[in-house]
């Protein structure tokens, strides 16, 4: 059958993640129709790679009790979170062919949505931990510090999960397809609501990262005022973290932006290819937060010499590092 929408029906073509409808030939993850050599299967290439390094995160947190701060803590949920994502896009893909139902698509979508969430309130969790190591430079290792991440991440994977139920306990199109979004079984309303929410967090996230680019910039500031001179080394040092906050924002942005707006301007009747363009960077976005939050890590590549090796060179030198280095 063709992926278009009936003129008779005028029905949505079938969406790359819905799994109450025959796979849609348009997906260029999914097999291709008889007749035509099979498309690389990309879903479970992402997915394979971007479980394993943030399993390996999880691993390497839990492993070392030197670890176990709230700058690691935050760092250990957003691996957990990308973990659980990559799994669910793995279920997804495997649940198109083998389990066709509408009780799993529901429960599908719904923990890929609670687990996206939580990758992207784990984001949020991260900058204002980086801001408040910072801003509350003096006090920030105090207990009270300690309690407000762990409220704060228990408030956000507590919303992240209602956000995953929401699907199940009835939000969905499931009987009234008029209503479906680009993404069945989500109705518009419901992905409106979830691109509101990132756009709230994404400007959260750039005010932060302004403030502390500011903060930055004052203390080499001040550094200069108390030397009398701003040293090249001082410069050097100002222009890479404001270029690393940069780049962190930046590629944030540039994997979950298109899928947004899109969820926002997107019609059903367009070319479920469409989708599959604008959702691959966000799923891109779990292999890459690994990358910049964690394997940059000192500390964390020490562990992985002890975790892999038993031991590690002594005339390497670690230094303990605050949410702040960038």
Not at 270 to 299: C, D, F, G, K
Request: hydrophobic share 45%.
């Amino acid at each position: 059958s063709s992926p278009s929408a009936s003129p008779s029906t005028g029905q949505p073509p079938p969406s790359c993640l819905d799994l109450t409808e025959q796979p849609n030939p348009l997906c260029a993850a999914l097999p291709s129709p008889p007749g035509r050599d099979p498309d690389p299967p990309l879903f479970p290439a992402v997915d394979v790679s971007s479980p394993s390094k943030n399993a390996l995160v999880v691993a390497i947190i839990c492993y070392s009790p030197a670890l176990r701060t709230p700058m690691f803590v935050l760092v250990g949920s957003l691996a957990t979170a990308d973990l659980l994502a990559g799994l669910g896009l793995i279920l997804n893909f495997v649940f198109q062919y083998v389990i066709r139902s509408e009780t799993i698509s529901l429960l599908t979508v719904g923990f890929l949505v609670a687990s996206f969430a939580a990758s992207v309130s784990s984001l949020l969790a991260i900058t204002v931990d980086r801001y408040l190591s910072l801003y509350n430079a003096l006090t920030y290792y105090s207990e009270r510090t300690v309690l407000c991440i762990h409220t704060m991440l228990a408030g956000a994977w507590g919303v992240s999960l209602c956000l995953g139920l929401l699907p199940v306990l009835g939000w969905n199109c499931l009987h009234d397809p008029a209503a479906c979004s680009i993404v069945r079984p989500l109705t518009k309303s419901n992905v409106t609501l979830l691109s509101a929410s990132f756009f709230l967090i994404f400007l959260i996230m750039l005010h932060l990262y302004i403030e502390i680019c500011k903060i930055v910039c004052r203390h080499a500031h001040q550094i200069a005022l108390q030397q009398h001179f701003l040293t090249a080394s001082h410069y050097v040092a100002t222009k890479k973290g404001v270029s690393t906050l940069a780049i962190i924002l930046g590629t944030f942005g540039a994997s979950w932006l298109p899928f947004a707006i899109y969820c926002v301007v997107g019609d059903p009747n367009y070319p479920s290819v469409y989708t599959y363009a604008t959702l691959l960077p966000a799923t891109y976005n779990s292999m890459i937060n690994p990358i910049i939050y964690a394997y940059r890590n000192q500390e964390i590549q020490r562990s992985m010499w002890v975790l892999f090796c038993g031991c590690f060179q002594a005339k390497v030198s670690f230094r303990s590092r605050s949410p702040s280095d960038v």
